[in-house]
């Protein structure tokens, strides 16, 4: 089967856990991996799995834009704002796993089909891709004045890149809420849990909504959960939702698929696997649209003779 090329910016947990989801891909090839530190543990697998790796950034697809027509970048927010010019000109196809939101907010199962001919995409952040999909669900049945997300996550499995990038966690989240879940007003809030042994990610979804309908908001929130489930099986509701007058309360919980993250780290796997699941469907319609418009013109070629 004809695969579309991509490469990963970021040798760090997001773009090593990111490689090992990709390698189960019908429709993504893998083909490099770019880091700035030879020695990662994330470069030394990517070489290990015979991937072509480089340890100058950047700067190695720019030297090889045929490396890929889909990137990956797992690097930081203020890693990406550099790295989105230079993509932007190689014309690469571009999946932003960072908070910069240079590009719109994706999440998969809410508003993939209609930014799959953007250039630039950005994932959100690991809460937003467990929290929103709820909010929207509930959002498309009952009206959500006020969404707010508590994302507790072990502390183990905040890396450096996590806790870099905490502020723009919360604005880039909050604005996600909003835009792509529907709320009039979101809040976001990270907790960094020390347990040990290490906790699961664990959600806490608050909507304030104007029309309560409490089946058809169970109904709904139950409904997305499937929906999740089809890229991230270890997506669940950790109870039954609560209904207080005119709030809404979920619970969620993720464990992770285990693929380089221990699976306690559902909230680093959450990233990657929807990061994958946008490369797939992009892969796919690319790959259609080429397969169906050669048809077309096979065929504008035909009745022309």
Sequence with gaps: MEKVKAAIIGSGNIG???MYKLQRSEFIELTAVLGIDPDSDGLKRAREAGYKTYSNGIKALAENPDLAEIVFDATSAKAHVRHAKILKDLGKMVIDLTPAAKGPFVCPPVNLGENLESENVNMITCGGQATIPIIYAINQVADVTYGEIVATISSLSAGPGTRANIDEFTVTTRKAIEKVGGADCGKAIILLNPADPPILMRDTIYCKVKNMNKEAIQKAIKDMVKKVQEYVPGYNLKQEPLFDSNQVTVFLEVTGAGDYFPSYAGNLDIMT????????????????ESLYGGIKKERAMTNET
């Design 273 to 288: 696997a929807a990061a994958a699941k946008v490369a797939e469907d992009y892969a796919r319609y690319k790959l259609e």
């Design 16 to 18: 090593t856990d990111l």
